[in-house]
């Protein structure tokens, strides 16, 4: 646990000043700014919707942008960016030989993966939070006030961050073994489009692949039920996808330790 | 034995990497490990620090097993594997704070190392843009952090200019003598490793060619002392007559069996003596090529 523990703290303190770490925050910083100019600059065609429809309005443009097309891309990045930085340095020879168990050094490289796709989602959470609450003050014609939505938007991330797991211990694995960008990045983005396809035309068997979960995650977020009534919106975090994500996630993270542990270090 | 490998075999493919080496590196030694480049050197390096999984044969560092006491053998060795393993976008400082955390060892002692491998000026000027010499410093002194009984250093001279060959090979001794640390070293440089180790293990083709006292080595090695003159021919039977052994003659110098700086210097008199203007005399080593030739006809006799 100790030998974990170090690990960690080397990945933050080694990656701290990469563009993989600082995507982690300046993708949702920069993505949510955008679409708060857009309101701030709309703000009249926008007055007159309610409260909880203005919030929906808002985080639905986030959320459509990020987790249907970004967050694939995004968990391809990082399982790339965690391991990139020690092929490029050479390092995995010293990785191997610190007196540290490899599976401490493994395990501590993939939860930090793990860690920059749950901060990155989390902070969109919040920013999403933070910039409608802003606009609220900015712009008081815009009803963001008195309406609250951060359970249901904390659910939602946290759902899709579910199902992105899948698709991270892939694209980890991959990155892991192949020290070259395009590999991964290919087949990555490859079996994303397979993915955007088989949900597209609503392939019934769409929520065995990984790379669309995202997608079947917002879209089985809310049980269709007649009568919809947003004010009593449940999110439905536990779907088939998500455990099919789950699933994947733990085998091939397991998997993956077994491919690391035979494997020569070159 | 610090390191003591039995029938150790390695394959690439079909390839036969390593074949049966049995290495005996004793303690507070400096063994160097000898072989031309592609002998199997670092395959050999990488076999101890259990980065490649040996086909065949044992290992045993510090008496343990490599299997059973992987985290307490590790603990204790420091190693420098073909180039150094260094985070360009980090600083040279940086790059041993990162260790340091691995290692659990305190901040003071990155500063101690930069001192000792004089790279304090430039700690903080990120590592990417270290000379080659500059990158091989930082990595003894990743290698030294954790003050390892046992140093495994791959060519570590590689790239260094001669005053940084030099600080190297002082460094070395002065760990071996003050610290009783014990020293792997690999080089293909016969006369780099004749200067600086106390035993010696020569690789060629993944086979383990000689192994011992570096003293056994150089009565096989056997320098010659190589002398330019006036009048050759005559000046080589002169020394003939005078019980020096002529190795070799050609068009432009002597080679006569180097015994010790005294002979040498009575050789270059006695020719002075008798007329013969001595242009150069100096004293020349082996190269590898004929150190192996010499060695497999001293194996086969």
Redesign the interface.
Known sequence: MKGFL??L??EF??SR??LGFWSAILLPLILITLISLGFYTHSSKLAHLPGLMLWMQFAGAVLNIMGALLLPMFVIFIGYSVNA?EH????W??L??????KWSVYSAKFAYALLLVFISLLLFALFTIGFGNLLGLLKPELKFAGTHMELTLFQIYFKLFLSALGILSIQFLLSLLWSDFLKPMGIGFVCFIIGVISVGVNWEYAYLIPYAHPMLALKSMIPHTKGFDPNKMAIDIFTQDVFVSLAVFAVVFVAGFFIVQ?K??K | MVIQTEGLTFNFGNQTVVKSLSLQVPEGSIYGFLGPNGAGKTTTI?LL?????SHEGSIKIFGLDFRAH???I??Q?G?L???P??????TGK?NL???A????VSPKRVDEMLELVQLTTAAGKKAGKYSLGMKQRLGIA?ALL?DPKLLILDEPTNGLDPNGIIEIRQLLKKLVAEHNKTVFISSHLLAEIERMATHVGIINNGELLFQGDVKDLEAISQPLVYIETSNIVDAANLLTKNSYTVADINEDAISVIYQSKEKTGEINALLNQHGYTVYSIHKVQKDLEKLFLDITQTAAK
């Open positions: 170090l690990s703290r080397s303190y080694k000043k990469t930085i490029k340095a050479d390092t020879k010293t191997f030989s610190l007196p540290i168990a035979r020569s270090v | 990488k620090l259990n980065l490649l999984q992987r985290k307490e590790l603990s060795v190693s594997i073909e180039q393993a260094i985070y360009a976008h980090l940086e704070l990162n260790r955390i691995l290692l659990q990743l954790s």
